[in-house]
């Protein structure tokens, strides 16, 4: 079974050179060939010696690659992907551009188990979580694609922080400044709210941007539309952010989807103010 090199941090690389009786510096080699690069064979790592490249080959590792299955282009340059992974599944990948900015809106599974009520993603099946190699490879077909890629949303496909551990690894090796070297501020988690992992995430080496699908101002609402707030209900949420907030310094945004006659009354919009 072949090891994503992708899948890896750098850190997660120099341990794996150093097995291997290579020098440290040769993991900077391999890192900034994948992400800066965009290396998608070992072959093509050309400043590690032939006997290595074969060596890291031999122990099963590789540079895995989303395949673009589909791609629509919209006249002001929005790009929609449909990359089919290395088993067959497929994901969305939303490209958006706004003058110089270019954000991209990456998934995070293939489908999603929160069944929110006004999201498409929740009449997919629930398939898996990605890796972060497959997170992070939506990045690099984009920028080779587009140029540059500014801002990365977390907002495609399935909930990020259910799929955590995946999710964190990506936004360390994207924030790497010896790979794509894009900034935390520029990246962007939303979640349903799942309460212990908002929580977790503040106390993490890098600290992304929140985005919060709130949608309703009362419990009995938003259970209604998402079902999670039976488990994590607003007050605890509210609690949680403000946490993330003051332990990251990190700038917190509310998403509201307005469904006519549901959630979007005066009275409504009182309550949302109060909280």
Same mark, same amino acid.
């Given at each position: 079974? #072949?090891?994503?090199?992708?899948?890896? /941090?750098?850190?997660?690389?120099?341990?794996?050179?150093?097995?291997?009786?290579?020098? !440290?510096?040769?993991?900077?080699? &391999?890192?900034?060939?994948?992400?800066?690069?965009?290396?998608?064979?070992?072959?093509?790592? /050309? +400043? %590690?010696?032939?006997?290595?490249?074969?060596?890291?080959?031999?122990?099963?590792?590789?540079?895995?690659?989303?395949?673009?299955?589909?791609?629509?282009?919209?006249?002001?340059?929005?790009?929609?992907?449909?990359?089919?992974?290395?088993?067959? $599944?497929?994901?969305?990948?939303?490209?958006?551009?706004?003058?110089?900015?270019?954000?991209?809106?990456?998934?995070?599974?293939?489908?999603?188990?929160?069944?929110?009520?006004?999201? @498409?993603? *929740? !009449?997919? +099946?629930?398939?898996?979580?990605?890796?972060?190699?497959?997170?992070?490879?939506?990045?690099?077909? *984009?920028?080779?694609?587009?140029?540059?890629?500014? $801002?990365?949303?977390?907002?495609?496909?399935?909930?990020?922080?259910?799929?955590?551990? @995946?999710?964190?690894? #990506?936004?360390? &090796?994207? $924030?790497?400044?010896?790979?794509?070297?894009?900034?935390?501020?520029?990246?962007?988690?939303?979640?349903?709210?799942?309460?212990?992992?908002?929580?977790?995430?503040?106390?993490?080496?890098?600290?992304?941007?929140?985005?919060?699908?709130?949608?309703?101002?009362?419990?009995?609402?938003?259970?209604?539309?998402?079902? &999670?707030?039976?488990?994590?209900?607003?007050?605890?949420?509210?609690?949680?952010?403000?946490?993330?907030?003051? !332990?990251?310094?990190?700038?917190?945004?509310?998403?509201?989807?307005?469904?006519?006659? %549901?959630?979007? #009354?005066?009275?409504?919009?009182?309550?949302?103010?109060?909280?």
């Amino acid at each position: 079974m #072949s090891v994503d090199l992708k899948d890896k /941090t750098l850190g997660e690389l120099e341990s794996i050179v150093a097995d291997m009786g290579g020098k !440290k510096y040769l993991a900077a080699y &391999i890192f900034q060939f994948i992400h800066v690069e965009s290396a998608a064979e070992i072959s093509r790592i /050309t +400043p %590690l010696s032939k006997a290595f490249r074969q060596q890291l080959v031999e122990r099963g590792y590789n540079i895995l690659g989303l395949n673009v299955a589909e791609k629509l282009t919209d006249k002001d340059g929005t790009a929609k992907y449909l990359f089919e992974l290395g088993d067959g $599944n497929r994901i969305e990948t939303v490209l958006l551009l706004d003058g110089k900015r270019r954000t991209l809106c990456v998934s995070t599974q293939v489908g999603c188990t929160m069944d929110c009520r006004f999201c @498409a993603t *929740a !009449k997919i +099946p629930f398939e898996r979580n990605l890796t972060a190699g497959e997170i992070v490879d939506q990045v690099n077909v *984009a920028q080779k694609d587009a140029g540059r890629i500014s $801002n990365v949303v977390y907002m495609g496909m399935g909930e990020p922080l259910v799929n955590y551990d @995946a999710v964190v690894r #990506s936004l360390e &090796i994207l $924030n790497h400044p010896k790979g794509k070297n894009i900034g935390l501020r520029h990246m962007t988690v939303s979640t349903c709210g799942i309460v212990p992992a908002i929580r977790k995430l503040a106390e993490e080496k890098v600290h992304p941007r929140l985005a919060v699908s709130l949608n309703a101002p009362t419990d009995d609402l938003r259970t209604r539309l998402m079902p &999670i707030n039976a488990k994590y209900p607003v007050n605890d949420l509210l609690k949680a952010v403000r946490f993330y907030q003051a !332990k990251t310094r990190q700038r917190v945004t509310f998403e509201y989807v307005m469904i006519k006659g %549901l959630n979007d #009354s005066t009275n409504q919009a009182a309550l949302l103010i109060k909280l």
